[in-house]
């Protein structure tokens, strides 16, 4: 897109004055570089002991035209006009391996590029052969608005050495991000700068020796970078590169003065290209042909794009003239009038549905495509506006004279404003991937800025330094990143940590009333236990006294039984005593009968006979006594032995009774003393259960009161998202800056190599 007549009317005329300079440069023979005069000799140098038509090692001949064209046992090793895609010169230039010659350094950068030169020309044999010109292999694609599967496509193996190295900015005359990746790419001195819109870092240098980038877009899945400028009033080409590996895959347009506006179509078929001359080209990316062109445009063509779905073109001019056109024939389809200022820019809303365009009398207008009539109109920048686009969600971005960027909705209702340019607003860019801002001024300060907050982030140079001066501060940017990402972590943890630590104290607290009511379960358990054994001591205690009580009632009984028998036993003994006495006498009057019937007999006669008689009738009425005292008398001594064994088997009884009721007597004590231990155990567990059941409203109160604050605030959610997107954000920088710095070392060591060598 043009720059806002920052090109001046002088360089229109002297485009006529070049005119036809230029022509007679097109028309200079091309001097041709062949392989008998350029290339076989470096090959017989450098490749020749081994790869000869006597030893062809790994089946490849160098020395013969013929046998290299052949190939060797890996396949073809040119490929006529394209010496990126050549087997040969690949790993002759160590982007493949095996890196030749091998175990040695790659061949002087001079006999590199003349080689590659060559192929590109069409490995012509001889002076008399053709120059092939080169052909692009770059394939038509499927339109699509998904996002593609290998999204996000990033430089890979592009060069990080400037093509220059000023020391001043440049105007910032082109700028543009993928629409699928943290990338941006920014207008230099004939050269392109890809920057890592995600950490600032420069992604790769794709020269541009044509001149100036006046427009930069991306292919639609992010794929393709289309440049389009060169030097006013001489000449202007539009290229395309391929993203990954930096290669041109097009080139496009031979103008005679620079390309000021541009774009390619959705799917990768066509290029249009316009400027100072107002013509609108439109070529085949795919054949290099031109399909039609078209002049309608009464000023300078300042912006040009295809809509999304490929069907529609829009171009707009300095002289506020706007068209849309049938992008695969180039018949006209709508004029839309309406701006009273030069157009600057067009974009197309993501569906097709309506196009946009920002003009330098300050506002930015919506079209619809019926009947190409104004939709919505606002005030966007006072001064004019620059530039503007339409972000991947839906929203639009501008720039103006004002040094403001702004955001705005799809209604015009402004989103975010980022200021701090220094001077004009020339060109914008919105990052889609990292939501991030980016706008360039006059002054080539471009300016990277979160587009959520506002905050500036870093700023991106127009010039960039060398690959020495790139490896200092990556150094720098490494310790930063790592530095930060050490922070970031940090703070992360200690968020997450006071979070945990709050939880955690939830279920701390959750587990003492968890394990304060396990304890008054096991406590109440333990009471009941008690009280059982209480009730079972008591009982025990209560059959015992009460066997105490009879026992003692059965000895009392008893110690009567004993002192009747005692009685009973001594009214024996005496009984006894009398019989004994009766039967002694009874004895004694016997023994004095027998004494006195001895002595009768021994009188004579009949006196003698009679006393005898009459004491023998005695004697036998006292034998007759004594044997009934006798009888008495055994009867007495037995009934004394049964009183007496009565009297011995009742006191024994009380002795055995007495006994038993000591026993019993000393049970219930011991038992009283074991109903007052039980009561006592009771009655502590008791307690101890009150306390404990006492304590657990406490807890839960406690428990509440660290509920409120235990779950994680909207603050802490917001912060702890901060905090890990930050971690994350650094990670990912830490991770550029080393890869950063890890191609910054290799190209420099290459670098370094190839300068010792030459």
Request: with cysteine; charged share 25%.
């Amino acid at each position: 897109m043009m720059k806002k007549f920052l090109i001046t009317s002088l360089i229109f005329s002297a485009s006529f004055i070049v005119a036809d300079i230029h022509a007679a440069e097109e028309e200079a023979a091309v001097e041709k570089i062949t392989y008998d005069d350029h290339i076989l000799p470096i090959f017989r140098q450098r490749c020749g002991s081994c790869h000869n038509a006597s030893d062809q090692k790994g089946g490849l001949v160098l020395d013969n035209f013929n046998g290299l064209m052949a190939g060797g046992g890996s396949g073809g090793s040119v490929e006529p006009g394209d010496a990126s895609s050549s087997y040969l010169y690949m790993v002759i230039n160590h982007d493949s391996e095996p890196f030749m010659p091998p175990n040695q350094p790659k061949m002087p950068e001079k006999e590199l590029t003349l080689i590659k030169e060559w192929i590109d020309m069409g490995a012509l044999q001889n002076k008399g052969s053709k120059v092939v010109k080169k052909k692009n292999d770059l394939a038509k694609i499927e339109i699509s608005t998904e996002r593609p599967a290998d999204a996000p496509v990033m430089p890979i193996s592009v060069p990080l050495a400037p093509v220059h190295t000023p020391n001043t900015g440049n105007s910032v005359t082109a700028l543009a991000c993928s629409p699928w990746a943290p990338l941006a790419a920014i207008s230099g001195f004939e050269q392109i700068l890809l920057y890592d819109t995600s950490s600032g870092l420069l992604a790769g240098v794709l020269p541009f020796p044509e001149g100036t980038p006046q427009i930069l877009k991306f292919s639609r899945n992010g794929q393709l970078l289309m440049a389009g400028g060169g030097q006013g009033g001489a000449s202007g080409r539009v290229i395309v590169f391929d993203i990954k590996t930096g290669n041109r895959v097009a080139e496009l347009g031979n103008e005679y003065d620079s390309v000021l506006a541009a774009d390619i179509s959705s799917d990768h078929a066509m290029v249009v290209l316009c400027g100072p001359k107002r013509m609108i080209r439109v070529y085949s990316v795919q054949t290099g042909e031109q399909l039609y062109e078209k002049k309608k445009h009464t000023d300078w063509i300042t912006a040009a794009e295809f809509s999304p779905d490929g069907v529609l073109l829009a171009t707009a001019d300095r002289s506020n003239g706007m068209t849309l056109w049938e992008a695969m024939t180039g018949n006209e389809y709508l004029n839309l009038k309406g701006h009273t200022g030069a157009i600057t820019d067009v974009s197309w809303r993501p569906d097709s549905n309506l196009v946009a365009s920002s003009s330098e009398d300050g506002t930015i207008r919506l079209w619809e495509l019926n009947d190409g009539n104004e939709v919505k109109r606002w005030n966007a920048h006072g001064g004019g506006v620059s530039a503007m686009d339409y972000t991947r969600d839906g929203n639009i971005i501008s720039i103006g004279r004002d040094r403001v960027v702004k955001l705005w909705q799809a209604d015009g209702k402004e989103i975010k404003a980022f200021g701090g340019l220094p001077d004009l607003g020339m060109e914008v860019a919105y990052d889609a991937e990292s939501n991030r801002a980016i706008g360039g001024d006059w002054t080539g300060d471009v300016r990277v800025w979160d587009a959520t907050t506002g905050t500036h982030l870093f700023s991106l140079a127009t010039n960039p330094p060398g690959l020495s001066e790139q490896m200092a501060t990556s150094i720098e940017q490494l310790k930063q990143a790592e530095s930060k990402l050490k922070s970031s972590q940090d703070s992360l943890a200690a968020l997450n940590n006071k979070i945990a630590a709050r939880q955690q104290a939830v279920t701390a607290k959750k587990q003492d009333i968890t394990n304060r009511e396990m304890e008054v379960t096991q406590a109440n358990s333990q009471k009941d236990e008690l009280k059982k054994q209480l009730d079972a001591a008591t009982a025990e205690l209560n059959k015992k006294s009460a066997e105490q009580k009879s026992q003692e009632g059965t000895v009392g009984q008893l110690k009567k039984e004993v002192e009747s028998l005692t009685k009973t036993a001594s009214d024996k003994k005496a009984a006894v005593a009398t019989a004994t006495q009766q039967k002694q006498n009874a004895e004694n009057q016997v023994a004095e009968l027998n004494k006195k019937i001895e002595e009768a007999k021994k009188q004579e006669g009949e006196e003698g006979q009679k006393a005898v008689a009459a004491l023998e009738q005695q004697l036998a009425t006292a034998q007759q006594q004594l044997d009934a005292q006798t009888k008495s008398h055994a009867e007495a001594v037995q009934a004394q032995t049964a009183a007496d064994a009565a009297l011995a088997a009742k006191q024994k009884q009380v002795t055995d009774l007495e006994t038993a009721l000591a026993a019993t007597k000393k049970a219930v004590q011991d038992m009283t003393v074991a109903v007052q231990n039980a009561d006592k155990a009771f009655k502590d567990q008791e307690a101890n259960v009150k306390k404990l059941q006492d304590s657990l409203p406490e807890l839960k109160k406690q428990l509440a009161e660290l509920e409120k604050v235990a779950p994680i605030t909207e603050d802490e959610k917001k912060q702890q998202a901060e905090l890990a997107a930050q971690v994350k954000q650094n990670e990912s920088l830490v991770a550029l800056s080393a890869a950063h710095k890890q191609k910054l070392e290799q190209q420099l060591a290459g670098s370094q190599q190839a300068s010792a060598q030459n």
